[in-house]
Every structure is written in structure tokens, then in C-alpha cells.
């Protein structure tokens, strides 16, 4: 069977504990996982430089040193700048995937899914490149393009399709290819910013070169007016992570059993949901936390869910996903250790070294903790 060595694409632009988990995520889900990392101008000049060294310090994470400005619907350049860094350093790796920072892997196997293929894209939408009336804002703006015209045009195509850019995925020779193609057709990429372009050039540059395609790796969650999921795909993953199991009084199984399921050509080739929301007061994070304080409180006093718990924490430590990860964080704490050993004083001038000087005040003083 064949396997990938994906890189992922990140365009964070959040809290740091949300970029934290992210890559956390990744790493429980994927075999020698690559991730490179841009942080837009704003969360780079707020970036706590500890949370700039704990990133570097990761050895499958690499950090764009590149920040642009980036907002909803403007982050093509982004990445791009990632794949440009990723290219030019020699790294190896297969298939270049486009995330969002709200992107959460449930489950493993993607180097096996994306390895025959040469793109993971959408189902798009179809609009004529002419004066054809449309309600898409974007598609106008695209039409006002000079650039953008004469681009597709030159690709011989009467027509434009959109797609948004979560969890698809391009082989690294067809990346490569587009990449060449936009540098040769648009020199200078502070042209205009007044529109996505994610959301059409990559897509329509793949058009004409008979690359093998399947579907996007990502699930994109549906959100109206009112927190309502994808219900079916929602209790599908809930299902297959085993993480319905685990909420007190089978509430949550007895919701994900009630269900029906979605065809499993839906699910085939899906390993993330996209646009898990990040506010800390969103309605879902809410109950997730209510549901949270439920397990804590059965944890002490249910025999029962003491025993289920008991049970996936033996299948977690078995699961070799799992054990990489650890043995991940083991090789990055004993390369971090052999270092200080070599330069110990400059170990002692940083934050670690005030932490031991603390420490070693406050056993000198604290007669009840010398005592202890």
C-alpha cells in the first residue's frame, strides 16, 4: 500500500492555545507528519516568545518567517508563502494540504487516502467568465480582474469554478506546476486583495492538467443563523472516534445511535472536520465544558464509568498512534535536556533558571515544605 508524507498548511491567526491543539491533533493522527506554520503580522507581534521556541522546538513543525496580513478571505498569499518555504528548503514531502486553523483530525489513515491521487478538491461551483448576471459577489470582483482574466483565458477556460480551499490537497509536482504558472502571470502579489482567491486560482489552474482527483480531506460543518451541525456526519464521526462513549449516562451514544447514518461515500476519504468553532463562549464549547464537568463529577462516584474509562485508557496507551506521539515528546524533551547540559549557564540566565532559583529560595525558607 502506498503512503504519503503529507505537508500541512496553517494559516493561524488566533489564540496560541488553539494553534497548540491544532498541532497537537495533528501529530495523535498522522505517521511523520511535516506542518508549517504561518502567523499573521498580528498574532506574531503578540506572540509570547516562549510559544515562538516551543513551536521551533517541535521537530515535525516549521515556522514561515514570513508574517502577512491576513483576514477571512485573504489568505492565498499565506499560503503560498508556506509552500514557497517548504520547497525551497529541501524538505521531503508528497502532497501539500491546505488547512484552516479550525481544522480537527478524527481519525488516522490520510497518507494512505491521499497517496494515489494528484488533487483533493470539492465538487465546485460553476460560473461563465462573460457578463452572465450572478449573485456572487467574489465572481464579479473576479470578472473586474484584469489579471485574473487574462490568466484563466490563457488557460483556454470559458468559465470559472469556486471552491473553498479546507482540506483539499495537491500532489507536490502539480503544486509546483501552479505555483510557476501564477509566478509567470502575476509577478507582483500585492496587486489586489478584494476577494479569496484560494477560492479560484488553485482550483482553476487544476483544470487543465488532467490530474487524477478525489474528494477533500476536510468535512465542512455546516453553520446558519443557529448552531446547527451536519448532523448525520457529526454523529458518524462521534460514532467511529468512540468519543460518544465516554459522556456520562450514554446521552450522547444514544444521540449518535439515533441518527441515520450518512452513505459512506460521504464519509470515504474524510479525516478532519473544518470550522470546529474557536470562540470560548460558542453554544457547542459551552455544553462541551457542561459535559466536561458531568465526566469529573461521574469519574469520582460512578463505578461504572470508572471501569469504561479504565477501558479506553488501556486501548489509548495500546494504540500506536498514540505511542509515537509520546515517544515524540520524549525525543524532544532529551534533545532539549542534552542541550542544556552543554550550555548550562545559559539554561540558568533564562526563564528555567529563575523557575530553579525560586525553587531553591523557597526550600531554603519554607520550613514546612523542608519538613514535608
Known amino acids: ?9 496553517i494559516t493561524a491567526h488566533e489564540r496560541p492555545e488553539v494553534l497548540l491543539d491544532q498541532l497537537g491533533n495533528i501529530a495523535r493522527f498522522v ?24 513551536l521551533r522546538a517541535q521537530a515535525h513543525v516549521r515556522v514561515n518567517p514570513a508574517h502577512l496580513a491576513t483576514r477571512w478571505a485573504h ?9 514557497r518555504l517548504l520547497h525551497g528548503s529541501g524538505e521531503a514531502f508528497s502532497h501539500f494540504v491546505l488547512l484552516s486553523s479550525a481544522d480537527l483530525f478524527f481519525r488516522e489513515g490520510v497518507e494512505e487516502a491521499i497517496a494515489p491521487w494528484d488533487a483533493g478538491v470539492a465538487e465546485p461551483s460553476r460560473f461563465p467568465l462573460d457578463d452572465t448576471p450572478t449573485h456572487d459577489e467574489w465572481v ?3 470578472r473586474r480582474d484584469p489579471v485574473a482574466q487574462a490568466l484563466f483565458r490563457g488557460l483556454g477556460l470559458a468559465d470559472v469554478v469556486k471552491d473553498a480551499h479546507e482540506g483539499s490537497f495537491y500532489r507536490r509536482a502539480v503544486m509546483e506546476a501552479m505555483v510557476a504558472r ?34 477533500r480531506i476536510s468535512h465542512v460543518l455546516q453553520w446558519g443563523s443557529t448552531p446547527e451541525l451536519d448532523r448525520a456526519v457529526l454523529a458518524e464521526v462521534l460514532r467511529r472516534s468512540g468519543l460518544a462513549a465516554l459522556v456520562p449516562g ?33 453554544p457547542l464549547r459551552e455544553k462541551a465544558n457542561q459535559m466536561l464537568a458531568d465526566l469529573a463529577f461521574d469519574l469520582q462516584h460512578d463505578k461504572a464509568m470508572k471501569a469504561r474509562v479504565a477501558k479506553f485508557k488501556d486501548e489509548l496507551i495500546d494504540n500506536p498512534a498514540v505511542q509515537r ?12 535536556l542534552l542541550k542544556a547540559a552543554r550550555d548550562p549557564d545559559k539554561v540558568m540566565a533564562g ?5 530553579l532559583r525560586e525553587l531553591g529560595t523557597t526550600l531554603q525558607q519554607d520550613e514546612a515544605l523542608r519538613t514535608t
Not at 505517521?31 to 516551543?54: E, I, Q, T
Not at 450518512?262 to 460558542?282: A, C, K, Q
Not at 506521539?325 to 532539549?336: C, F, H, K, P, V
Open 250 to 282: 450514554g446521552r450522547l451514544a444514544r444521540w449518535a445511535a439515533s441518527v441515520e447514518p450518512p452513505p459512506e461515500e460521504r464519509m470515504e476519504g474524510v479525516f478532519t472536520l473544518s470550522r470546529v468553532p474557536r470562540e470560548p463562549d460558542h
Open 182 to 215: 501564477l509566478d509567470a502571470a502575476i509577478p507582483d502579489w500585492d496587486y489586489d486583495d478584494t476577494y479569496p482567491k484560494e477560492e479560484f486560482f488553485l482550483r482553476n489552474l487544476l483544470r487543465p492538467m488532467g490530474a487524477r482527483t478525489t474528494g
Open 140 to 142: 464579479r470582483r473576479l
Open 31 to 54: 505517521r511523520d507528519p511535516l506542518v508549517v506554520v504561518h502567523l499573521n503580522r498580528d498574532m506574531a507581534a503578540a506572540c509570547p516568545p516562549a510559544l515562538l521556541r516551543l
Open 75 to 83: 489568505m492565498f498569499h499565506a499560503h503560498l508563502s508556506n509552500f
Open 351 to 355: 526563564k528555567f533558571g529563575e523557575m
Open 325 to 336: 506521539w509520546i515517544d515524540g515528546l520524549w525525543q524532544q524533551a532529551r534533545t532539549s
Open 1 to 9: 500500500m502506498q503512503h504519503a508524507r503529507p505537508a500541512f498548511s
